[in-house]
């Protein structure tokens, strides 16, 4: 999951997330269990990238930040009855970090679903992903990683390949929307170590959503928020958020959370491919080697990730006499 999806697929599948703490989670012994996860993930992952495509027919009415206020209140309406956090026991080191996530989620969809606007739903969703790769490689030293971001750079050059038609503007939004990413990631792990569950995301899409009330009211009195556009912003909100929380959570208790990372790397490809299909973006053979290295620099950095996690948990027992 892209940035799209929150509050599972919202994270880097190369840093620790909360899937790693899902209860019911599979061992590795488990492959009977394999088949319903992939699935699981398939239709979370692909509702996603259709979610994004669904909200541009929307913009010409709602605009930009009304598709994004509507999935904003569809996301708080999910998260807040299931996570029910306690709002009169909060103390303000736990509000802080809430407050945060929630002004990053509201810059977080609002440049991307911009970006998506102006470039193909492919590269915007690519130029994303370079925010949790880049934490996952920001304090590593080895080789291997250094390899994987010069491979992540070279990526994005010929993705863009730039030129005077580029939309520097559009490129620029999707990488904001990548900072964001990289910075809800160290934030959630934060808010994560002082609210237990989702109540930290639950907060943060709630006060984000209320950012955006004032959105929903002008569209309100307008008369603008009906009939199609609605439904398409709704279908936002829904396939980007209520479908992957449901799909993700089942994924999670059924295949190891590195195979979930590995499968989630894909949302770059699918992405194009769902701008092919719905939205008419032909990519050019440049740009489809440029998605190839970034989604392969994202595997093999959670690869190597992933094995030195193994090796630091199996250190101490080993050493234990």
């Known amino acids: 999951m892209t940035a799209q999806a929150e509050p599972l697929t919202a994270l880097s599948p190369t840093t620790s997330t909360p899937a790693t703490t899902v209860p019911g989670a599979p061992h590795p012994g488990d492959r009977p269990r394999l088949l319903p996860g992939i699935l699981s993930m398939s239709a979370s992952a692909t509702g996603s990238q259709i979610g994004a495509a669904v909200g541009t027919f929307a913009y010409p009415t709602l605009g930009v930040p009304g598709v994004v206020a ?118 959630n792990r934060l808010a994560g170590r002082r609210l237990p569950g989702l109540q930290a995301t639950a907060t943060a899409t709630t006060f984000s959503a209320l950012g955006y009330l004032p959105v929903v009211v002008v569209l309100l009195v307008r008369g603008e928020l009906v009939g199609l556009p609605l439904l398409c912003a709704v279908a936002v909100g829904l396939l980007c958020s209520a479908l992957p929380y449901a799909a993700d959570l089942f994924s ?55 094995r030195r996690h193994r090796r630091a948990a199996v250190r101490p027992i080993v050493e234990t006499p």
């Open 70 to 187: 509507v999935r904003q209140l569809v996301a708080a309406a999910v998260l807040l009855p299931l996570a029910r956090p306690p709002f009169r026991r909060f103390t303000w080191a736990q509000w802080w970090p809430c407050l945060l996530l929630a002004a990053v989620f509201a810059s977080m969809n609002l440049s991307l679903y911009t970006a998506f606007s102006r470039i193909d739903l492919g590269l915007a969703v690519t130029l994303e992903f370079l925010g949790p790769l880049s934490v996952a490689l920001a304090t590593s030293r080895r080789l291997v990683d250094l390899v994987c971001a010069v491979a992540a750079a070279g990526g994005v050059y010929v993705l863009v390949l730039p030129g005077p038609s580029t939309d520097w503007f559009g490129v620029g939004l999707a990488l904001l929307a990548g900072v964001c990413w990289a910075s809800y990631i160290l934030l």
């Open 252 to 306: 999670l208790r059924r295949v190891p959370v590195q195979l979930f990372g590995v499968f989630m790397s894909a949302n770059p490809v699918l992405a194009a491919l769902v701008g092919l299909v719905l939205l008419g973006q032909v990519i050019a053979l440049h740009a489809w080697v440029g998605i190839g290295l970034v989604v392969v620099a994202d595997v093999v950095a959670l690869a190597v990730a992933a």
